[in-house]
């Protein structure tokens, strides 16, 4: 079996080099021998067996450095979209999933997933926005992601949410002052509002299980 190669999607917008480290560990931890490379290459990234997108950031800008990069939008849609190569997105690499965000205005996104990037808009004016620190997620549907993870608590760092057309691609949620969906996916696709590579055992499991993930 030959090694298995990850592409970190390289597009200036924030925690790359800290969800690097994180994939190298949980490579580390894993069955599956392999390699994770910090890229914004298009081919390179058609080559992987499979991609992480991550970001930290405002939309607009997020998926406008991301389309500025000359042929990187049209090898994620091709990777993701026609390969079906298996992709996790991180916070906003979650939100650049959706058909469109709210975020200073309507921005469109890549439209892998149909839905909105919207404000979360808390219950309980005593939690502030952003909704920032550890918090609990309640798992609504079982993907091999969450196996063996016995505390289900990640680090967040957000002030707008996910809300997706088909409910069906929800996989889990979280409260804070309402519902939000802070994993969701379908397919080959899969994306966490919350920080993986900022959530100690739980996130290096969670990115252990994303790389042994076959779709």
């Not at 993907?143 to 016995?150: A, E, L, T």
Request: hydrophobic residues 40%; aromatic residues 8%; neutral net charge.
């Amino acid at each position: 079996m030959k090694n298995m190669s990850i592409a970190v999607v390289d597009y200036d917008c924030g925690n790359i080099h800290s969800a690097t480290k994180a994939l190298e560990l949980a490579m580390s931890n894993s069955v599956i021998n392999g390699s994770v490379s910090l890229t914004k290459d298009p081919e390179k990234i058609l080559n992987s067996d499979k991609l992480v997108l991550p970001g930290v950031g405002a939309f607009g800008s997020c998926i406008q450095k991301l389309k500025s990069i000359d042929g990187l939008k049209e090898a994620l849609d091709e990777a993701v979209l026609k390969k079906a190569k298996p992709i996790l997105g991180i916070c906003i690499g979650l939100q650049l999933m959706a058909t469109s965000s709210f975020e200073g205005g309507k921005h469109k996104g890549l439209n892998w997933i149909e839905g909105d990037v919207i404000p979360l808009d808390p219950s309980d004016a005593k939690l502030k926005v952003p909704h920032m620190g550890w918090n609990n997620i309640v798992v609504k549907k079982n993907h091999p992601v969450f196996q063996d993870i016995k505390i289900n608590n990640y680090y967040f760092v957000h002030s707008y949410k996910f809300s997706p057309l088909d409910s069906k691609t929800i996989i889990s949620s979280t409260n804070y002052g309402e519902d939000f969906v802070s994993s969701l996916g379908r397919d080959n696709i899969l994306g966490t509002q919350f920080h993986p590579e900022k959530s100690q055992a739980a996130g290096v499991t969670l990115l252990k299980n994303f790389i042994e993930w076959s779709p």
